[in-house]
Structures are given as C-alpha cells and as structure tokens.
C-alpha cells in the first residue's frame, strides 16, 4: 500500500509531468487564467490520462504483444485516446455546456497533449505492471490538476498587479511558470540520496 | 500484416461502435446554452446585432460566432452577464454606445403619425392619431426601431440624463498607482 | 459600564477647538431660501404649493410621498417665487427639483399647539407627529425618523442608542447642542424611547467633549437614560461602531440595526422630535458648523433649511485666506463641492473651507503592501485587496471581498501611505454596481414588456385569422342554403 501512496507522490510532486518533465505545456499556458476553468480542464485531463494509461496497458499487452505489432503502438495508442477524448467531450457537453464552451478546442486538444501519449509509453518503457500503470497516469495527472490550478491562481494574481508594459500578458506569465518550475525543484529534495 | 490490419480494424470498429452508443445517451436536446444565453438578452427582438430577434442572436453567441458585444439595448449589463455565462473576456472598448440611451419625442415636430408607437417592441411609446407620442422612459431600451420609421425625424435617441440618484463618482485615475 | 473593544479606526486630529467653544448663534434671516424637494433618502416630496403663494413659517410645501419620504416645510414666512430647479449640496452639483421663498422678514409662524404631557401620547400618535414634522436623520444619513421608529417598534427594540459620537474631524454642531439643549434632548430621548418601547437607552458620547458628558449626564438625573463616555476614535459615530462598542453586539452583513434589536438616532434628531412633539415645530433649521483653515471665525450657527451657504460662509467673517477645498459635512465623509449657492439642508452639519495644507493632497504612488489600510477598517476588510480588483474592472471580485460591507468612512484612504484614493474606489464602484443593478432590474420589466407585446400581437393576428375563418364559413353555409333553396325552386 505504501509503495502506491509513494508512487502517487512521486508522480505527481517530485515527478511533476508539467513543471519536471515539461510534459503538456499547451493546455498549461493556455487554459490558465481563470481558476475554475483550469481545475475543470484538470479533471477532464484526469479522466483521459487514468482511462488511456490503463487502456493503453490493456491494448499493450493483450493485443500488441500476443500479435506481435508493437510497431503499431503509437497508432493504437492514438486510437484509445481519441475515442477517450470523444467521450470526455460528450459527457461535459451534456453536462456543462458553459464549460464546454469556455474549454473551447483545449478540450479535443487533450488528444494531442503530450502527457496523454507519454505516460503509457513512459510505461512501456519501464515495463510497469498494471496497478503500478494505473497508478503512474492517475497520480501524473492529479500533478497536471494541481500545477494548473496553482498557476491559475498565481495569474489571477497578476492580474491584479501593475506589470510593466515590457512583461504584460504572455512574457510575466512564462516568468512565473519558471519560478514555479523552479520551486518544484525542490520537492527533489523529498528522495532520499 | 493480416493480423495488424484486422486487429487495428477491429479495435477502430469496437470503438466506434462504443462511441456510437454514447453519442446517442449524452445527445444534446437542442442547445441549452443558446436557451441559457437568450435568458440573458433583453427579447425585444429589435435586431440590432444583425441576427434576426434575440432567438438567433443567442444561437450565435453559444456558437461563438458572435462577440458579447453585440446588444446595444442590453448595454454594460448584458455584455458582463454573457462575458461570465460564456467564460470570455469583455472588452468594454467594444461597447459602443458608452453612454446610455433613450428614445425622446420632440413635441413640436411630432405629427402623431402612430407609425413609431406600432413598431415598439416594448410599448414605451403612447399615443394616438393626430395626437403628440411621448415616451416612457422606464420602458424604453433605445432599439432605435422608432427612429427609423419616424417621418419628421421627431424621435431620437438622447443620452439619459444623469441625476443624482444616477450619478456617481467617477473611477479614480491610475496615475502610477498600483492599488 | 463595559465598553467593548472596536476593530481598526484611526485617531485624526480633532481640531474641534476652533469652533467648540463659542455658543450657536442663529443665522440672521436670509433674503431667499432654496428648499430641495429631497433632503431625505427615499422619493422627493410632492409640492402643495404654487408660485405666489404666500406661506407661513412651519406650513406644508411638500407632502411626503410615499413610504420612504419626508414632507417639508416652510422654513420662513413669504412668498414662493420659484418652483424649479436650483444646484444641489453635493458633488455633482447637478439641478435638483427646488422650491425657491422669498422671505418677507416677519418670520410668522402658523398657529402651533403646546403639548403640556407629550409623555401621554401613544407611540404611534408620536411617530405621527415626527412624520409630520419631516424630520429625518440629522447625524448625515438623512433616513427618515418616524419609518425609522415604525419599522423599529414594530420589530421590537431591546437598546435605544442616542449617538452624541461626533467623530468626524471639525464639527462640534453635537457638542454644542448637548451642552446648550441637554434637556430639551433627553426629553426628546424619552419621547423616542416611548415610541418604540426600547428597554435600555444609552447616550454615547465620545470622551474628547467633557462640557456635553457632563451636561447630559446633569440632564438624564431620574430617568431611565444612560450616558456612557466612549472613547475618542473615527469612526466611532458611524451605526455599526457606536452599536458594537456599546452592546457588543455586530450587525450582520447586510443587515439593519433592527435585525439585532438596537435603534440608533442622532442626539440633535432628538432635540428635533421634542420640538415636534411638545411645540408642534417641525424641523425646519439645524445647527451647522462652519469650520476649517480657510474660515475667518470659526462657529456653529442655527441656519434654516434653504439657506445659501454663502450666507454661513459670510456669518462666519468670511475666508482668511484661500480655501483648497469647500465641503458640506466632516472632512472624512463629508461631500465636496465648489457652488456656494448651494443651500443648507436637513443632513447638513457642516460647511468646511479646508486650505491646501489641511487637504494634504499627494500624488498617488503604488502600493507597497504595508496593510495599514486594513488594520484601519473598522469594518474588518481587505482595502489593498478590493481597491486592486476595481483597478482592473473586476467589481464582482470586489464584492466577493465584502464591498457591500464597506461604510465609505475613508479611514483607510486617511492612512494610506501611498496616497492611493481607496475610499474613492469604492465609491465609484457602489455606484457602478447600482447602476448595473438598476439597468438589470430594467432590462428585466422590458422584457416582460416585450414578451407581453410579441403574445398579444400573436393573439390578435390568431383572432383575426379566425373571424376570418368564421367569415368564410358563414359565408359559404349562406351560399349552400342558397344554392339548396334554388335547387328546391327548380
């Protein structure tokens, strides 16, 4: 049990898959200024990447390797997310309609977020087990949450200030995602040498 | 070879198919945002925006297809509500008539012709044949619909007057502030 | 008695020595009076009279109208010269609906009666006669005084606070008249406390006007009434500070003294139900400080209502050197203006020519975060923060920080370091927000209006569409009978 809680730790703090491993930039810098809209971004995120790590897993192992193709993995990876996606954009279309006009095109874009296609192959790459998979996608993407609503947080902030003509909009806020960035760096600190 | 093409072939139809299905449980009845939207507007249909009555104007706008600027009768007020409802920024630069309107009768042109009175879509204005229209300023959302069809130009819009009760303190400069 | 402990609040310099000590004198009688039909918050009065009429001292000029208003009277004899519109006391200076009197220098009253045991009447036969008297809030807020006690009795008042705060910088128009009237007022208290069946009455008196806690204190000897000397502090005569330093008691968030069972009136507002009461007077002067650097001789003079304030200004010698500013009220909340045309009304307490040294104007710098300003509030909210979110056009987040709770007492805008114009702020967004509210509430009946019409237009095009049908179908049953009747011919 406690080897889970540590790895949900580790994937979403010290491995942070936006701010360490600059996984999903886009809808970082994108759907950011507002903080109720980047923690519904969040958990739409959420639901993708836990959906698609395990049934990237699932694909993996009981289609790609009995037949062979793993050479294919990127096409069928491809496939399960847009269809996760699809149904993702459904679901909050019914549900939230304002919401879903507020995401705008973040929302299919999840598709092509680079942290939804990276965790599984990350993944196959470390040849995890199911469990540990599952777990690797969802603590990853609570990190993905967690960072999109502090930074949201932090440009509502500088909203409110008087930023020099030189650094208004889109350049303060860079600034603020490296000192961010930075400031995760120190979560390193929790392994110990 | 066979086996990639038939398993990717099945894998895209299973999805599909999944897809399919749910498409049918989460269909959208209509568009609830263009209902939500068309709460917002004022429904006095002047058509203003370029869209025919409110009904269509909403339909834009929860389609992105128009700016929450459009409706000059709904002013200030109803660029903010639809800026919140649609999660956009409102950029109050946009708002073009910055200061609010009325529809104001000049009594001594006025040849009571009733032709503006019929086209009000809010009857603010009151009158009869061959007798002066005046206007009900708490009706009126300056549509301009009256200006159009008045034949000695007697009707025009005039910005409200500000009375006490309306005024108010202007917003403070930001000469180098940064309150 | 216990005093209890007041949030924030700043300590301006009193400079009430400069008029404090002189005895009121009454204003001489001015040539014309400018008499708005508004002096009170709610709807403006109607006028009874027309121009050339010749009134009386005391008579009716303009009836209540409505629940939320006040009547006003005649604060003079002579003749009405003018039913129009005049500038207003406040900052904008805009025309207000005004009725103009030509004095005629007898200063006739109408025939008035003498309660000999006012403290017969029932309560609501008092709050009558305070409606009658139009007499409004004479502390500044102007809230009419009878639906005050209506509202109050009906809801059922445990404390009674008379509130002798005084806090604002300048005025000594409360101070004087407590130590001049004291028993003319604690008989007006009495009169209050009868009306609205309060248990407790308290008369809160700040502790920098010795000469009023101690006249107070000689006048309320055998009665119910209690004087508690507060500390000095601004802005301790606003409602909510004077109901929680003395019952310890907060007012909810939005919510009325009432709501915690607690009735607040000005000291002078009950000099002026005593007067209504027992002479039948109704309120048609007030005691006003005219005050300030600027000002030659400094007093408190009894104007009547309409007065130019030029004419205080004048009484008053004059400016001894130029004034920066010119204000009608305290200098923390008081409204500026620059038309000295402009007449006293019943909220005004005082008239400030303020120099250029007093207003202390700087430029405005950033903000640097020292949250003096909230240590200030006496409210308990964030200045810095809901000025920030104004800056930027972002009132629904303003109002979130409590905006709504903001008393406009300028504390935090007196301690700014910066300069920064909070209370301003704030000022211009409440008004931005009523406006916007009010084009809501608007927009909302148009609306209805449009729905209203689109039905009924609908309605007759349907009715038409079927007397038309009932047209053809009578037509067509006519041509059957006929063409059966033929058939039968042939």
């Known amino acids: 049990m406690s080897e889970y809680l540590l790895l949900l730790l580790s994937t979403a703090l010290v491995n942070n898959v936006v701010l360490v491993k600059f996984l999903g930039l ?106 540990v998979s599952l777990m690797v996608g969802f603590g990853s993407s609570v990190g993905f949450t967690l960072v999109l609503v502090l930074f949201a947080g932090l440009r509502e902030r500088i909203a409110l200030a008087t930023v020099s003509a030189t650094f208004a909009g889109a350049p303060i806020a860079f600034i603020t995602a490296g000192l961010l960035a930075l400031a995760f760096m120190g979560f390193a600190g929790l392994v110990p040498h | 070879m066979i086996a990639a093409l038939t398993s990717l072939t099945i894998l895209g139809v299973v999805l599909g198919l999944i897809l399919g299905v749910a498409a049918r449980v989460f269909r959208v009845e209509g568009n609830k945002l263009a209902e939500e939207v068309l709460g917002i507007l004022p429904g006095s249909q002047c058509g203003q925006c370029g869209f025919p009555g409110c009904a269509g104007a909403a339909q834009a706008l929860a389609e992105g297809r128009a700016p929450v600027t459009l409706c000059p009768p709904g002013g200030r007020a109803v660029v903010l509500a639809l800026a919140a409802k649609l999660g956009k920024d409102a950029d109050m630069a946009d708002v073009k008539e910055s200061v609010p309107m009325i529809a104001e009768v000049k009594e001594e042109i006025c040849i009571g012709c009733t032709r503006c009175f019929k086209v009000c879509p809010t009857d603010a204005i009151m009158g009869a044949a061959q007798q002066i229209h005046s206007v009900f300023r708490e009706a009126c959302t300056a549509c301009g619909k009256c200006e159009e069809v008045c034949p000695t130009e007697s009707i025009k819009l005039q910005p409200i007057p500000v009375t006490l009760q309306s005024w108010y303190w202007h917003k403070p400069l930001a000469t180098g502030s940064a309150a | 008695m ?27 009688l001015p040539k014309l009076l400018f008499v708005p039909l508004q002096q009170h918050i709610g709807a403006p009065a109607t006028p009874v009279v027309n121009v050339g009429d010749h009134v009386l001292k005391g008579q009716l000029i303009a009836a209540a109208q409505g629940t939320v208003s006040s009547a006003i009277h005649a604060p003079t004899s002579g003749v009405i010269v003018g039913l129009g519109d005049h500038a207003a006391p406040h900052p904008s200076g805009l025309p207000v609906p005004t009725i103009t009197l030509e004095s005629d220098g007898n200063d006739a009253w109408i025939t008035t009666e003498t309660v000999t ?50 806090c604002e910088p300048y005025l000594t128009c409360d101070d004087r008249i407590m130590r001049e009237r004291a028993l003319e007022i604690v008989e007006g208290i009495r009169l209050i406390a009868l009306a609205v069946a309060a248990k407790e009455v308290l008369v809160g008196i700040e502790d920098n006007k010795p000469e009023a806690i101690a006249a107070m204190q000689s006048a309320v000897k055998g009665s119910e009434v209690k004087v508690v000397a507060m500390p000095s502090m601004y802005p301790m005569g606003s409602e909510k500070q004077i ?19 607690v009735l607040v009136h000005n000291v002078a507002t009950a000099f002026a139900v005593q007067q209504a009461i027992r002479y039948s007077r109704p309120l048609l002067s007030r005691i006003v400080t005219v005050s300030g650097g600027a000002i030659k001789a400094a007093c408190n003079v009894e104007a009547l209502v309409g007065t130019p304030v030029q004419e205080l200004i004048d009484f008053a010698g004059g400016y001894s050197q130029p004034a920066a500013r010119l204000v009608l009220g305290g200098p923390m909340m008081g409204q500026q203006f620059s038309n000295t045309n402009v007449p006293v009304v019943k909220g005004t307490s005082g008239v400030l020519a303020l120099t250029s040294q007093e207003i202390g104007q700087a430029e405005a710098s950033p903000c640097i975060r020292c949250s003096t300003c909230v240590r200030a509030c006496p409210v ?32 935090c805008s007196y301690v700014c370091p910066a300069h920064i114009p909070l209370v301003h702020y704030f000022n211009y967004a409440k008004g931005d927000l009523a406006t916007q509210e009010r084009a809501k509430l608007k927009q909302e009946a148009t609306k209805k209006l449009a729905e209203a019409r689109n039905e009924r237009i609908a309605r007759i095009e349907r009715e038409r569409a079927e007397a038309a049908a009932k047209r053809k179908a009578a037509r067509a049953a006519k041509e059957a009978a006929a063409a059966a009747a033929k058939a039968e011919v042939v």
């Not at chain 3, 216990?2 to 001489?28: M, Q, T, Y």
């Not at chain 3, 059922?156 to 005084?166: A, C, K, P, R």
Request: aromatic share 6%; charged share 15%.
């Open chain 1, 26 to 131: 886009c809808p970082f810098m994108g759907i950011s200024k507002k903080m109720d809209t980047a923690l519904s971004m969040g958990l739409a995120t959420t639901f993708v990447i836990t959906f698609t790590t395990a049934g990237a897993w699932l694909l993996e192992h009981w289609l790609l390797m009995p037949l062979g193709i793993q050479y294919l993995r990127i096409l069928t990876y491809i496939l399960a997310i847009a269809a996760v996606v699809q149904f993702t954009e459904m679901v909050i279309r019914k549900v939230a309609p304002a919401l879903y006009q507020v995401l705008g095109i973040y929302l299919p874009l999840i598709t092509t977020n680079c942290a939804v296609l990276g965790l599984p192959l990350l993944n196959v790459q470390e040849k995890s087990g199911f469990a």
């Open chain 3, 2 to 28: 216990k005093l209890f402990n007041l949030r924030g609040g700043v300590h301006p310099e009193g400079r009430k020595d400069l008029s404090a000590d002189i005895p009121v004198r009454v204003l001489p």
């Open chain 3, 117 to 166: 045991d006012p403290f017969a009447l029932s309560a609501e036969d008092i709050a009558a006669r305070v409606a009658a008297a139009g007499i409004v809030g004479l502390g500044g807020a102007t809230f009419p005084a009878a639906l005050k006690l209506n509202l109050s009795r009906n809801s059922g008042v445990q404390t009674l606070i008379m509130n002798g705060g005084e």
């Open chain 3, 243 to 261: 109901i929680q330093v003395l019952t310890g008691k907060e007012i909810p968030a939005g919510g009325r003294p009432a709501d915690i069972g």
């Open chain 3, 380 to 411: 308990g909210l964030l200045p810095l923060e809901m000025a920030a979110h104004i800056r930027i056009s972002n009132l629904a987040g303003a109002v979130t920080l409590g905006l709504k709770d903001c008393i406009s007492c300028g504390s």
